[in-house]
Structure formats: structure tokens, C-alpha cells
């Protein structure tokens, strides 16, 4: 009986936390979850070109820190009206504003992209940015950006022309500190591996 209370307290916790736009964390003392806490949290779902906008705004604003994992980022000087080259800028004239910029881009993408990757490591590299081509054997598929410790945008967006331009995309922009320091954990075990 106490389990099944329990149980639909929860279940009931939840589906209230889910309208009332708070997400549950769990609580993790060692390696044992011993229950919940409620967090707040905002979440703006971003679809097609709305993902380009949103994203702009917020390195232009950035203060401290961006840390992005990209599985393609296709930079093409020869294009001036490319949305991907915006965004790859953006990370330049952040860093120039001094903030710590870093990025990881997968090493080996299919149909092609790999030089496009190596094209925006080289450029990334050589205005000062932090820069790593994962050559590990787990591919890296992620599309995450991590803004001042509180802002992460991750979904289906890649950082291309099509992606950002073209494609049907979606991704969602959370703005909460507990949400960016988990992305960020995994982040860093990502390098560190």
C-alpha cells in the first residue's frame, strides 16, 4: 500500500512539475538515486531558422564562456551570405571579446564533411579558439552549444548552411544552471577521454 501511494505521488509530481514548466533532477548522493528535486527551468523549442536567430542573439551576448560539440561545422569563406560562417564569426568575436571559447568536432563524418570540419578546426585554430577533432571511435553526433553556464541549445542542428538555412530542424534553447552543468560534465569527459 505505501509503495503504491508513493508511487502515484510521484507519478502525479511529475505530470504537475511537466505543466507548471520545472524539470525533476534527481538527486544523486554517490552512485545511488535516493529521490528528486524540482529545478526550474525554461525551454523554448527552436524549429527550422528560429534555432539561427535565437543562437546569434545569445553568443553575441555571452560573457564567460561557449562550448560547443558540433558533428559538422561547415565553414565556407567563399560565401558571405552563409548562416553557418555567422555563427562560426560569432565564436571568433567572442573570443576577441575575451570569452574562454571551445569546441569539438568530429573527427570522421560521413558523405564528405571531413574536410569541411578540418576547414572550420583550421579556421577556429587560428584565431585563437580552442579547438579539438575527436578522433576517438565513438562518433560524436551531438549538436551542443553551452552559453555562460545557463544557456544550452542542443538538438538536431548542425552548424551548415542546409541545417541552419534549408533543412526542417529542431532543437531546444533551456535556460537553466543544473541542465548546463550536466551537458558541461559530459563535455569535458568528451576532451579528457
Given at each position: 500500500?505505501?509503495?503504491?501511494?508513493?508511487?502515484?505521488?510521484?507519478s502525479a509530481l511529475v505530470v504537475l512539475a511537466f505543466f507548471a514548466g520545472v524539470a525533476l533532477s534527481p538527486v544523486i548522493v554517490?552512485?545511488?538515486?535516493?529521490?528528486?528535486?524540482?529545478?526550474?527551468?525554461?525551454?523554448?523549442?527552436?524549429?527550422?531558422?528560429?534555432?539561427?536567430?535565437?543562437?546569434?542573439?545569445?553568443?553575441?551576448?555571452?560573457?564567460?564562456?561557449?562550448?560547443?560539440?558540433?558533428?559538422?561545422?561547415?565553414?565556407?569563406?567563399?560565401?558571405?551570405?552563409?548562416?553557418?560562417?555567422?555563427?562560426?564569426?560569432?565564436?571568433?568575436?567572442?573570443?576577441?571579446?575575451?570569452?574562454?571559447?571551445?569546441?569539438?568536432?568530429?573527427?570522421?563524418?560521413?558523405?564528405?564533411?571531413?574536410?569541411?570540419?578540418?576547414?572550420?578546426?583550421?579556421?577556429?585554430?587560428?584565431?585563437?579558439?580552442?579547438?579539438?577533432?575527436?578522433?576517438?571511435?565513438?562518433?560524436?553526433?551531438?549538436?551542443?552549444?553551452?552559453?555562460?553556464?545557463?544557456?544550452?541549445?542542443?538538438?538536431?542542428?548542425?552548424?551548415?548552411?542546409?541545417?541552419?538555412?534549408?533543412?526542417?530542424?529542431?532543437?531546444?534553447?533551456?535556460?537553466?544552471?543544473?541542465?548546463?552543468?550536466?551537458?558541461?560534465?559530459?563535455?569535458?569527459?568528451?576532451?579528457?577521454?
Amino acid at each position: 500500500m505505501q509503495r503504491t501511494s508513493f508511487a502515484v505521488l510521484t507519478s502525479a509530481l511529475v505530470v504537475l512539475a511537466f505543466f507548471a514548466g520545472v524539470a525533476l533532477s534527481p538527486v544523486i548522493v554517490g552512485k545511488v538515486k535516493i529521490g528528486y528535486r524540482i529545478t526550474p527551468l525554461q525551454v523554448q523549442v527552436l524549429t527550422d531558422r528560429d534555432y539561427y536567430h535565437h543562437l546569434i542573439k545569445d553568443l553575441e551576448r555571452a560573457n564567460e564562456t561557449i562550448l560547443v560539440a558540433m558533428y559538422s561545422m561547415i565553414y565556407d569563406p567563399d560565401d558571405p551570405e552563409d548562416w553557418a560562417n555567422d555563427v562560426i564569426r560569432e565564436l571568433v568575436e567572442a573570443r576577441e571579446r575575451g570569452v574562454n571559447v571551445t569546441v569539438i568536432l568530429e573527427y570522421r563524418t560521413y558523405w564528405g564533411y571531413m574536410d569541411d570540419n578540418l576547414e572550420a578546426y583550421e579556421y577556429l585554430t587560428s584565431h585563437g579558439i580552442t579547438a579539438y577533432l575527436d578522433e576517438d571511435t565513438e562518433t560524436d553526433h551531438m549538436k551542443l552549444v553551452i552559453i555562460d553556464g545557463y544557456i544550452v541549445y542542443v538538438g538536431s542542428h548542425n552548424w551548415s548552411e542546409s541545417a541552419l538555412y534549408y533543412n526542417r530542424e529542431t532543437s531546444v534553447r533551456i535556460v537553466s544552471k543544473k541542465v548546463a552543468e550536466e551537458f558541461e560534465s559530459y563535455f569535458w569527459t568528451i576532451i579528457r577521454s
